[in-house]
């Protein structure tokens, strides 16, 4: 199975970003599986920001839930990430990521939680 994330580099201030990954050697319906967005700014952890499963449910993090979209494309075996209002702060290096099993929120989040990952993308918000 492998991820690969694509989208623009440099946005700008209270515009939206779009982010797609393209998932390969896996339908994005398979059951039980799950897709996951997660964030990395510049100098701090993985951010976890939400994931939609292979029934199409999603479930957001509670800080992000209010500018957060996740959908997905059965037809191209694709996931989108929307987040709107951005502001520098949302300044990092963007990753997908596909896991075998259910996922939750997670405050913490570890390369190791997940089965599969992008190499990650990096989105920079400024004037």
């Known amino acids: 199975v492998q991820l690969q994330e694509s989208g623009p580099g440099l946005v700008k201030p209270s515009q939206t970003l779009s982010l797609t990954c393209t998932v390969s050697?896996?339908?994005?319906?398979?059951?039980?599986?799950?897709w996951i967005w997660i964030r990395q700014p510049p100098g701090k952890g993985l951010e976890w920001m939400g994931a939609?499963?292979?029934?199409?449910?999603?479930i957001y993090s509670p800080s992000l839930k209010s500018r957060t979209s996740i959908s997905m494309d059965t037809s191209n075996d694709q996931f989108t990430l929307q987040l709107r209002s951005l502001t520098p702060e949302d300044t990092a290096v963007y990753y997908c990521?596909?896991?075998?099993?259910?996922?939750?929120?997670?405050?913490?989040?570890?390369?190791?939680?997940?089965?599969?990952w992008g190499q990650g993308t990096q989105v920079t918000v400024s004037s």
């Open positions: 939609i499963s292979y029934s199409g449910s999603t």
């Open positions: 990521a596909g896991a075998d099993h259910d996922v939750w929120y997670k405050d913490s989040v570890e390369f190791t939680d997940y089965n599969y």
């Open positions: 050697g896996r339908s994005i319906r398979t059951n039980y599986y799950h």
